[in-house]
């Protein structure tokens, strides 16, 4: 039985679906200002694992992943480039599509956007208000109350003397208790607002995930995921708002993936340490990228470094050249990597270990293909079948091998240069030509050129 670690309760538990053989589960998603980085594609990836393998133990699987689309961020993003909001976020959805196809992470049944459920927001702060954990202030602010739960604090295990102890914000006078948390956003000039019974306003993040997930998957379901940087206050505040409204259990089971670490400190964008997903994919095919995600579990934090993924990259091509020049046999199923792969994903997907019993195979064939044609074949389907659950070895062996041919591009750019440096003129643009006919765009500078995948 699959069994999966419950941030919640602090320790592994059997998923128990809320619906015989169906599994409903939430993951925070993306706020849309600017393009996604390795953290978010671990979310990406981690989660669609998760989705996949439940699918595959035959689980009528409903995953729902939100945008937000209003946000502080958003809004002061779109007024420093002089950018309609609308645009600037469509622009970022397009591109956070583009990352998450590359890296083979099939899309949510249902992703919904904030600005869409703006109703529902306002009908569950109502809800709130009504049932005494809100209250309006006086600068036309919608706040949530936090004494008036009594369970706050059980995702995250602090208490409010332990957050009080810890403030660094100025006080908001405006507020009952300083720890309360701002339900509903009074109307700014020249930001987007909405109607809503306590005048002009737009929702706060925390409403957002909370109507949206009770409407698309109901007061109580099954999974709830995402970085563990929203444990708190996110999601802690999630639980607070759904369980005030519905007075119904929110969630069976809490999974927080880890963190993506640079120089041992958190990979993100106000530390301004990240790495776009489009700045890795200029140097490494998709595939790379996604195998050294899993190479870390899930709940572990994973160390990003150019050396790492050359090692993924090095591992992945290890497994694929076991598959090259085979004919692959889907016919057969191995019983004992089978089960030895499923028992490892039983144990709150460790995906590491997961990859070891393929290396397993890839040994088994290359020890095969000598002496038994038809069991390397077969053994290869294995191998091609237990990847493709992991969203791996979704490739033929030769176009993966071959990929983008990097080191033919940067050589090509050597000779262009030298012909720039000749002044022929006509020489450069024919390399440049060529290499737009093979996907890749050059981008000169005062630095030299780099080049990018269109």
């Not at 009074?186 to 306003?201: C, I, L, Q, R, V």
């Not at 041992?264 to 964008?269: A, F, L, N, P, R």
């Given at each position: 039985m699959l069994n999966i670690y419950n941030s919640l309760t602090k320790k592994k538990q059997p998923i128990i679906p809320i619906k015989p053989n169906e599994v409903s589960i939430y993951v925070c998603g993306m706020t849309v200002y600017d393009y996604c980085h390795v953290g978010h594609a671990r979310v990406m990836v981690v989660f669609d694992v998760v989705v996949r393998y439940l699918r595959y133990l035959g689980y009528k699987v409903n995953y729902v992943s939100n945008i937000t689309d209003i946000d502080d961020?958003?809004?002061?993003?779109?007024?420093?480039?002089?950018?309609d909001i609308n645009e600037l976020?469509?622009?970022?959805?397009?591109?956070?599509?583009?990352?998450?196809?590359?890296?083979?992470?099939l899309r949510p049944d249902n992703q919904p956007k904030a600005t869409e459920f703006i109703p529902e927001i306002i009908a569950m702060i109502?809800?709130?208000?009504?049932?005494?954990?809100?209250?309006?202030?006086?600068?036309?602010?919608?706040c949530y109350s936090i004494q008036s739960f009594a369970d706050y604090g059980k995702l995250s295990g602090k208490n409010l003397a332990e957050l009080r102890s810890g403030e660094r914000v100025d006080v908001d006078e405006s507020k009952?208790?300083?720890?309360?948390?701002?339900?509903?956003?009074?109307?700014?000039?020249?930001?987007?607002?909405?109607?809503?019974?306590?005048g002009a306003g737009r929702p706060g993040w925390h409403i957002e995930c909370s109507a949206m997930s009770t409407v698309c998957l109901g007061n109580h379901f099954d999974i709830h995921g995402g970085g563990m940087d929203l444990q708190f206050p996110h999601h802690e505040n999630e639980i607070a708002q759904s369980e005030g409204t519905t007075g119904e259990k929110f969630v069976n089971i809490w999974m927080h993936n880890g963190f993506v670490r640079i120089n041992d400190e958190k990979m993100s964008k106000s530390l301004g340490n990240f790495f776009t997903v489009k700045e890795v994919l200029d140097k490494y095919q998709p595939e790379v990228l996604r195998y050294f995600i899993l190479t870390s579990h899930y709940r572990s934090p994973l160390n990003y470094s150019d050396a790492d993924l050359d090692a993924a990259k090095q591992a992945l091509t290890r497994l694929y050249t076991a598959l090259r020049g085979l004919s692959i046999d889907d016919s057969y199923a191995n019983d004992a990597y089978k089960q030895h792969f499923q028992t490892v994903m039983d144990d709150d997907f460790n995906t590491p270990e997961v990859l070891a019993i393929l290396f397993e195979l890839s040994h088994a064939i290359n020890k095969a293909r000598t002496n038994d044609l038809p069991l390397a074949n077969q053994l290869a389907g294995e191998l091609?079948?237990?990847?493709?659950?992991?969203?791996?070895l979704q490739a033929e062996p030769e176009e993966f091998l071959q990929g983008k041919?990097?080191?033919?591009?940067?050589?090509?750019?050597?000779?262009?240069?030298?012909?720039?440096?000749?002044?022929?003129?006509a020489e450069a643009d024919r390399i440049r030509d060529e290499l737009e006919k093979q996907g890749i765009v050059l981008e000169d500078n005062a630095q030299g050129t780099t080049w990018r995948k269109i």
């Amino acid at each position: 039985m699959l069994n999966i670690y419950n941030s919640l309760t602090k320790k592994k538990q059997p998923i128990i679906p809320i619906k015989p053989n169906e599994v409903s589960i939430y993951v925070c998603g993306m706020t849309v200002y600017d393009y996604c980085h390795v953290g978010h594609a671990r979310v990406m990836v981690v989660f669609d694992v998760v989705v996949r393998y439940l699918r595959y133990l035959g689980y009528k699987v409903n995953y729902v992943s939100n945008i937000t689309d209003i946000d502080d961020k958003i809004i002061q993003r779109a007024n420093e480039n002089e950018e309609d909001i609308n645009e600037l976020t469509t622009r970022f959805i397009q591109a956070m599509h583009e990352d998450s196809d590359a890296l083979g992470v099939l899309r949510p049944d249902n992703q919904p956007k904030a600005t869409e459920f703006i109703p529902e927001i306002i009908a569950m702060i109502e809800g709130l208000i009504n049932n005494k954990h809100a209250y309006v202030t006086d600068n036309g602010d919608v706040c949530y109350s936090i004494q008036s739960f009594a369970d706050y604090g059980k995702l995250s295990g602090k208490n409010l003397a332990e957050l009080r102890s810890g403030e660094r914000v100025d006080v908001d006078e405006s507020k009952q208790n300083s720890l309360d948390f701002v339900l509903w956003k009074a109307a700014k000039p020249n930001e987007p607002s909405w109607d809503s019974p306590w005048g002009a306003g737009r929702p706060g993040w925390h409403i957002e995930c909370s109507a949206m997930s009770t409407v698309c998957l109901g007061n109580h379901f099954d999974i709830h995921g995402g970085g563990m940087d929203l444990q708190f206050p996110h999601h802690e505040n999630e639980i607070a708002q759904s369980e005030g409204t519905t007075g119904e259990k929110f969630v069976n089971i809490w999974m927080h993936n880890g963190f993506v670490r640079i120089n041992d400190e958190k990979m993100s964008k106000s530390l301004g340490n990240f790495f776009t997903v489009k700045e890795v994919l200029d140097k490494y095919q998709p595939e790379v990228l996604r195998y050294f995600i899993l190479t870390s579990h899930y709940r572990s934090p994973l160390n990003y470094s150019d050396a790492d993924l050359d090692a993924a990259k090095q591992a992945l091509t290890r497994l694929y050249t076991a598959l090259r020049g085979l004919s692959i046999d889907d016919s057969y199923a191995n019983d004992a990597y089978k089960q030895h792969f499923q028992t490892v994903m039983d144990d709150d997907f460790n995906t590491p270990e997961v990859l070891a019993i393929l290396f397993e195979l890839s040994h088994a064939i290359n020890k095969a293909r000598t002496n038994d044609l038809p069991l390397a074949n077969q053994l290869a389907g294995e191998l091609k079948r237990l990847g493709n659950i992991l969203g791996l070895l979704q490739a033929e062996p030769e176009e993966f091998l071959q990929g983008k041919k990097q080191d033919f591009i940067e050589q090509l750019l050597l000779e262009r240069q030298s012909a720039r440096q000749r002044k022929d003129w006509a020489e450069a643009d024919r390399i440049r030509d060529e290499l737009e006919k093979q996907g890749i765009v050059l981008e000169d500078n005062a630095q030299g050129t780099t080049w990018r995948k269109i």
